[in-house]
Nanobody, 114 residues
Framework: VQLQAFGGGLVQAGGSLRLSCRAP????????MAWYRQRPGNQRELVAE???????NYADFASGRFTISRDNARSTVYLQMDSLKPEDTAVYYC?????????WGQGTLVTVSS
């Protein structure tokens, strides 16, 4: 399973970015998807997840600022990030769960300047 994540970049505090992650089409509609991040010097942590039935769950730091969504027709999961803070600086990874396995994209760097 190959996941391709896009959309990272440099943004000022208070700004917005939208991350996209495309996954293989055949299993995508049946797969829970998620975004994780790894900040410098920290372990990878969950940002948000969405079930195959569009149920969502957010980390406390993401709730109210980030929105996860999916487009099954495009086999793509999105993470809309608003009101970004310097502490959101991290490499963001998309994740797909299928048949008991976790699959990861290559990560996309988000840098938020103060």
């Amino acid at each position: 399973v190959q996941l391709q994540a896009f959309g990272g970049g440099l943004v000022q505090a208070g700004g917005s970015l939208r991350l996209s992650c495309r996954a293989p089409g055949r299993i995508f509609p049946l797969s829970p998807m998620a975004w994780y991040r790894q900040r410098p010097g920290n372990q990878r942590e969950l940002v948000a997840e969405i079930s195959d039935r569009d149920r969502t769950n957010y980390a406390d730091f993401a709730s109210g600022r980030f929105t996860i969504s999916r487009d099954n027709a495009r086999s793509t999961v999105y993470l809309q990030m608003d009101s970004l803070k310097p502490e959101d600086t991290a490499v963001y990874y998309c994740n797909q769960k299928w048949a008991g396995e976790n699959y990861w994209g290559q990560g996309t760097l988000v840098t938020v300047s103060s």
